[in-house]
């Protein structure tokens, strides 16, 4: 389970990985980099026969792949494929990890905290108990852009002590970007009221409002299985989403993917982290490149890279293997 060769190989480095979340899936993902390395598919096949059913056609055909329980391990095992093609092509190995929401558990599988199996099986049942917590069609999120972090604040609580039902900002993404989640006609009332303080209200196509307080149930079952599966320290430091702060023992680890299902993702203060860290590159490990574009935008970071595609996984190799001066 263990990734502790690496540790000491990452504490030079000046790169982080981050991993990201729900979102970032389509249908078709790493099918050019599956003909190349084998790998891909035996990571596919390795995580599919802890769950008995097969993910690698799920993530090619996109049949389900919007249901969050399947999303959910496809996208982990997606990111965890990409790692093992990085690792194999010789990659410079990060000196942190991140991951958006869901991602958080890829980082923990990548640092050797938790086997891919279990990690699979972990969110393959968050994605169900997610589900179960709100009805459909009566949960929302919203992307609220151009208000101060206070000001989304301030208006979630004015919305819910109105009774117009419960709303949380869900995750801070950037300085201005902020994703609110809660029952349908709360966010409505949230997205109305920051259109007419200038700012934007963008509604986002998920099935369930993650990271609010409606997810509090869904907690309290998942820290059963969260307890009943092995986890160890990371052998590279993963920050983690509740509090953008790196565990110092597996109880608090526990304690931090438990919270995550109901509280903020606090990626704005994690990206601050890595930026003061002394961190330069960051690489996004997944499908897509969500977290790349956001972190470009940051003043410290010189280069952030995707590695969905053969291209992509060609040019941040040797991009940061130069940057990195481990070849001239």
């Not at 608090?252 to 919270?259: D, E, F, H, I, P």
Request: include cysteine; proline fraction near 4%; charge should be negative.
């Amino acid at each position: 389970m263990s990734a502790r060769p690496l540790e000491q190989a990452a504490q030079a480095t000046k790169t982080a990985f981050v991993f990201p979340g729900q979102g970032s899936q389509k249908a078709g993902m790493l099918a050019e980099l599956a003909e190349q390395f084998s790998g891909v598919r035996d990571t596919f096949a390795e995580a599919s026969e802890a769950l008995g059913f097969d993910l690698w056609h799920i993530a090619q055909s996109g049949e389900g792949l919007d249901q969050t329980e399947f999303t959910q391990p496809v996208l982990l095992t997606a990111s965890i494929a990409l790692w093992r093609v990085w690792l194999e092509l010789g990659g410079v190995a990060p000196k942190y990890l991140a991951g958006h929401s869901l991602g958080e558990y890829s980082a923990l599988v990548a640092a050797g905290a938790m086997s891919l199996g279990d990690a699979v099986k972990l969110v393959n049942l968050r994605g169900k108990l997610m589900q179960n917590a709100v009805p459909q069609g009566k949960g929302a999120m919203a992307a609220i852009l151009g208000l101060e972090d206070a000001k989304v604040i301030e208006l979630c609580a004015e919305v819910t002590a109105q009774g117009q039902g419960s709303v949380d900002a869900a995750n801070y993404n950037a300085q201005g970007q902020v994703v609110i989640a809660g029952e349908k006609a709360a966010v409505e009332a949230v997205m109305a009221i920051a259109k007419e303080q200038s700012g934007k209200a963008i509604a986002l196509p998920v099935s369930v409002p993650s990271h609010c307080s409606l997810m509090k149930p869904a907690a309290e079952q998942f820290a059963l299985a969260l307890e009943q599966t092995a986890i160890e320290l990371p052998s590279i430091p993963v920050i983690q989403n509740v509090n953008a702060e790196i565990a110092t023992d597996v109880a608090q680890l526990r304690q931090a993917l438990t919270a995550q299902l109901y509280q903020s993702v606090q990626w704005t203060k994690t990206m601050q982290f890595v930026q003061d860290q002394g961190i330069q590159f960051i690489v996004e490990c997944g499908p897509g490149n969500v977290l790349a574009n956001l972190a470009k935008r940051l003043p410290n970071i010189d280069k952030a890279f995707p590695l969905d595609t053969k291209g992509r996984m060609e040019d941040a190799l040797n991009a940061i293997l130069v940057a990195e001066g481990k070849i001239a």
